[in-house]
């Protein structure tokens, strides 16, 4: 795919999976572990999120999974931490409503990187700069518990409905929707017109991660 | 004071204020307000430090903080998050252990800009590197609720010591004293040899910050 808009390189969400430390199981190792098994299983993109540790930690993460992701050609996305996607030459970072805002992150990562935001409503949305941010992450699409702070759930009907409102025809802007997305809901999620789906639990706590990512990817058709 | 061996500016330790935000008050204006009492006071460099903070809201402080500290000739320190020093163009970081390597920091920065480290004993600060690292922070010297992570308390005896130990006539590495220190060891603890004392709650948790940094600042003969 081209992308004749912006200096980034093109990407594909479709299925995009965001790492939970404690669901991996605890460390550095683990989140590897699953990593390696989800890109053989075919996730698109992989976020780095640990909302609760400390940056070194973060920053060994970071080391640790950007060669394996770069050698799946999978775009490695940084969770809030600009300093740590600088430090390891991430491929983008995915910031909340929380974080630095989306043209400071874009001003310290230059033109060639992929910004996210997460957007959880119109008024959000609305906000989104086009041009500084690539994609938005919609949701949360069922209430999860890996991210408190996200807000009400949309549910699925929701969510097409505020595609259905805010989505330009003529924009560039990415959607994938995150939250409590699984391989029960990932049809029906995708069908609301979004480029793809987020998944934390679905891979990181299955005793599977490559046939999860596996299943995701039948099941979204990708 | 000239410094011929980094192309660093010269900084003076002698009073240097971390902030604590729910010691200040709990919001920016509380933290803009305690910081400048404390730089009217004559504090010499201030550090933001907001362990519990999302990134949002430091980056909100940090940019109220910015220029008040430039007015004051005083440098801006920002507490971990190179991104928001980077953004806001502040005068330096500081890491403890357990956030990004000060190699890391240094690369991210670049030469112009102050790095400090956190440093509880002799290990640590036989890893400090010379040439990337500014100064150190060294302590507890008695123990604080501020940093719980920060290790067992050095005092003032044991502080000397370490100091006498560690440091190299010959080295440009400055040091500041920190935990718990306050007016009434202020004098002891400077004359341990270290280049300055750094305080929280001495300041922060003052009903008259100016005052109580103009104190500091007698007892220490800055």
Chains 1, 2 share one sequence.
Not at 25 to 54: C, I
Not at 64 to 85: G, K, M, Y
Not at 162 to 181: C, E, F, H, Q, W
Request: with cysteine.
């Amino acid at each position: 795919m081209t992308n004749l808009t912006t200096p980034r390189a093109a990407f594909d969400l479709s299925l995009y999976l965001v790492l939970d430390p404690d669901m991996c199981g605890g460390g550095v190792a683990d989140m590897v572990r699953v990593t390696e098994a989800a890109l053989n299983g075919g996730v698109t993109v992989v976020q780095l999120r640990a909302l609760k540790w400390r940056k070194r930690a973060f920053w060994d993460a970071a080391c640790a999974l950007q060669p394996l992701c770069r050698s799946h050609r999978v775009p490695l996305i940084i969770n809030d931490h600009v300093d740590v996607a600088l430090a390891v030459d991430a491929d983008g970072v995915h910031v909340g409503q929380q974080d630095l805002p989306a043209k400071e992150v874009r001003r310290l990562l230059g033109e060639s990187k992929i910004i996210g935001v997460s957007v959880s409503n119109a008024q959000q949305w609305r906000e989104i700069e086009t041009g500084v941010v690539d994609y938005i992450g919609v949701g949360p699409v069922q209430l999860t518990a890996t991210k408190p702070e996200a807000g009400p759930a949309l549910g699925v009907d929701g969510l097409r409905s505020l595609l259905a409102t805010m989505r330009s025809p003529t924009s560039t802007l990415k959607t994938v929707a995150i939250g409590s997305v699984n391989v029960n809901n990932a049809r029906a999620v995708m069908e609301t017109g979004v480029d793809g789906i987020a998944v934390v639990s679905a891979i990181c706590a299955s005793k599977a991660p490559e046939e999860a990512a596996r299943a995701l990817c039948e099941v979204i058709g990708s």
